[in-house]
């Protein structure tokens, strides 16, 4: 429930980052930032995954 809720809240971020590259005389910085959040919240949620996994000694 809690990577719905953050999802949620990094939309909210990464639209306001698109909507400010929008504005700027450079975008860039405004589009890095967007991916940037979208690539921390990707990394973050594929770490949880793997330390849910079963550990290469055990048998499953």
């Known amino acids: 429930m809690i990577n719905v809720i953050l999802f949620f809240v990094i939309n ?3 639209v306001i ?3 400010a590259a ?5 975008p860039w910085i405004g589009f890095a930032a967007a991916f940037g959040v979208w690539f921390i ?3 973050r949620v594929t ?3 793997d330390c849910v996994s079963v550990p290469k000694n055990q048998t499953a």
């Open 12 to 14: 909210i971020v990464v």
């Open 17 to 19: 980052g698109f909507f």
């Open 22 to 26: 929008l504005s700027m005389k450079t």
């Open 41 to 43: 919240y990707l990394w």
């Open 47 to 49: 770490k949880q995954r």
